[in-house]
């Protein structure tokens, strides 16, 4: 994932720069005002530089040094923030439990855990490191209905995607397809264009989540499921009709 990270981390933020995420992140931030704070896979700090506005304590872990690079610049303004370079599997901040009211995982950093074992070890750290009454928010991978048929045909789903790139055109072009393989895995390739020069492709595998998944493995980890919200205006979820999974969980007092 390292490797996927550093072809990608040029265009990562001219990709994301249209991302309808950020109000809902700042909404969870304020609700959690004054909050000490672990963002799970932060990448470049969008949503970490949403979510410092508010927090009393931030501590943002990502596998990525390209990525965190842009995130220090981003961030340099908040003191209260660190970054840290860390593997999700081996938090360097296991030892001491109660430390977050808020764990956060935005672009679901869990989709890059294709095992059972790994999903199940870092959900049973985020309940070890929640404080009572905090919460973790995850924004899961989840296929809506439509996507999920796509991705399963041999094709997969394809879509395609305009940005810009430091004042040139960028066009990305998104392949998913359900990995013959590993049923439960996804094959995901991205292809960035920009005029006049070389495509850069990168591809991963990644695992998505199905809603009786999730439920077992945060019960798993002692984790009970409080809200669960179908898009970022946090409407109610529904199977059929909904875009997103966004999950919030505690440890049950």
Known sequence: M????????????????????LPFWQRIGRRFAGASVLE?????????????????????????????????RRLTRWPHVALTRADMRELPLSASAGQF???????????????????????????????????LILDALWLPPADARAVATPAGRVQQHAA?????????VERWRRDPARRSCCLARYEYQVSGRQPVVASFQARDWTVSELAQRLERAGLAEVARWGGYDSRPW????????????????
């Open 2 to 21: 390292a490797a996927y990270y550093r072809d990608v981390a040029p265009f990562y933020d001219a990709e994301l720069a249209d991302r309808d995420d």
């Open 101 to 135: 009211d808020l764990i956060v995982a935005a672009n679901d950093p869990f989709s890059h855990l294709t095992t059972a074992e790994d999903r199940d070890a870092v959900l049973h750290s985020v309940a070890h490191l929640l404080s009572p009454g905090g919460q």
């Open 164 to 172: 810009t790139l430091r004042g040139q055109p960028l066009r990305v």
């Open 238 to 253: 529904d199977p059929n009709t909904s875009q997103h999974l966004i999950v919030a969980a505690h440890v049950p007092r």
């Open 40 to 72: 799970l896979g932060c990448g470049s700090g969008t949503v970490t530089e949403v979510l410092a506005a508010d927090a009393r304590r931030l501590v943002g872990v990502d596998l990525s040094d390209d990525l965190l690079q842009h995130a220090r």
